[in-house]
Structure formats: structure tokens, C-alpha cells
T-cell receptor, first 111, second 110 residues
Framework: SQTIHQWPATLVQPVGSPLSLECTVE??????LYWYRQAAGRGLQLLFY??????ISSEVPQNLSASRPQDRQFILSSKKLLLSDSGFYLC??????????FGPGTRLTVT | QKEVEQNSGPLSVPEGAIASLNCTYS??????FFWYRQYSGKSPELIMF????GDKEDGRFTAQLNKASQYVSLLIRDSQPSDSATYLC??????????FGAGTRLTVKP
């Protein structure tokens, strides 16, 4: 069966510091991968998606970036965090473009 | 702007009752519809998806889709306290374009 991992689970970072969140998927090949952010009490906002290695699409302009160095690895990065980057970051995968399954998430607090 | 609208709630029902959660969407071209359950502090969990008009049942859950009215709902029969969570409606237009509502918070009271 498929499993999706995210780490770290929680993170507290100062403004201006860099960020690296990692997501890996097991049990499937060539998945579509997604990064979402959920602000407190808000819906999910799609940040990036990837249909293959090195293929990244961005949904919203921001100071975040994403990379997919391996088929089942998806990384979310920032060079300098802003207060507004705080939130719950969720990685998700899908196959054949249908239903998406979420990882456990990373709760980021920027202070 | 494509939108997915949900009543934020909270929706409160007694244990054993039917909980009815509603969602409307703006894009008539939407093709796939999903319901996720999200417990506080946890990530969303897929509970139902529906692609065709009508009803789809899975255990205590029934998803209903009416594309003409741009309306999708989730019924939870015999509600249990463990069903207390936020329910997210999601609508998909294409391969990678999934849009989420802000969610409805459901409380099932013993």
C-alpha cells in the first residue's frame, strides 16, 4: 500500500531564516505530487504541483519554491521566511489525476 | 474566480442523527467531487468521491451530486461523536486543479 511521509512534524523558525520541508511517497511510481498550505481556520491553498522529476508548476506567486529531485520526493523551500509563511503545510499525492491523499503535514510557525 | 463554498458551521447534531453537509461550486465544468474529513491538528483524510449525478453510498456516508444545481452534499447517518471534525469539500476541474472549500465544522453530541 502507499504511504506518504513528511518531516519535520513541527517547526519554529525566525523571520528571514531558510526553510526546507521534505515529502516522500512509498508504494507507487510516478505519482503527481502537491504542496498545499492551510492557514489557521482557512481552506487549503495549492502552492505547487509536479507531474514528474524536475517538473514543477506554481499556483501562486510567493517566496517559496519547490523541487522534485527524485520520482517520489518533493521538497518545499524558502530562502527567507516571512511571518505570513506560518501555517500547516501538506504534501499530497495522486495517480491518474484523481483523488489526492495527504501526508501528516508540517506545522510551521514563523516568529 | 472559481469558488467552492461551504457553511462554516459549527453544525451540531445529537448522536444517532443524520448530519447533512452542503457544498456549492461556481465552475460548471467541474468534473470530480470529493469529501475529506479533518480532525483538529491532523491532515485531511479522503472519505468519499463522486463523479456522476445522483447518490453514492459507502457505509454510513452518502454523497449526493447535482451538477445542474452545482451542488454536492454529504450525509452521515447514525452520527457518532467520533464523526466530530471539519469536513472539506473539494472540486476538481482538470488533472491538477483541485479547489477546496473552507470546511464545515461538525460536532456530534453524545
Amino acid at each position: 500500500s502507499q504511504t506518504i511521509h513528511q518531516w519535520p512534524a513541527t517547526l519554529v523558525q525566525p523571520v528571514g531564516s531558510p526553510l526546507s520541508l521534505e515529502c516522500t511517497v512509498e508504494g507507487t511510481s510516478n505519482p503527481n505530487l502537491y504542496w498545499y498550505r492551510q492557514a489557521a481556520g482557512r481552506g487549503l491553498q495549492l502552492l505547487f504541483y509536479s507531474v514528474g522529476i524536475g517538473q514543477i508548476s506554481s499556483e501562486v506567486p510567493q517566496n517559496l519554491s519547490a523541487s522534485r529531485p527524485q520520482d517520489r520526493q518533493f521538497i518545499l523551500s524558502s530562502k527567507k521566511l516571512l511571518l505570513s509563511d506560518s501555517g500547516f503545510y501538506l504534501c499530497a499525492w495522486s495517480t491518474w489525476g484523481q483523488e489526492q491523499y495527504f501526508g501528516p503535514g508540517t506545522r510551521l510557525t514563523v516568529t | 474566480q472559481k469558488e467552492v463554498e461551504q457553511n462554516s458551521g459549527p453544525l451540531s447534531v445529537p448522536e444517532g442523527a443524520i448530519a447533512s453537509l452542503n457544498c456549492t461550486y461556481s465552475d460548471r465544468g467541474s468534473q470530480s467531487f470529493f469529501w475529506y474529513r479533518q480532525y483538529s491538528g491532523k491532515s485531511p483524510e479522503l472519505i468519499m468521491f463522486i463523479y456522476s449525478n445522483g447518490d453514492k453510498e459507502d457505509g454510513r456516508f452518502t454523497a449526493q451530486l447535482n451538477k445542474a444545481s452545482q451542488y454536492v452534499s454529504l450525509l452521515i447517518r447514525d452520527s457518532q461523536p467520533s464523526d466530530s471534525a471539519t469536513y472539506l469539500c473539494a472540486v476538481k476541474d482538470g488533472v491538477n486543479d483541485m479547489r477546496f472549500g473552507a470546511g464545515t465544522r461538525l460536532t456530534v453530541k453524545p
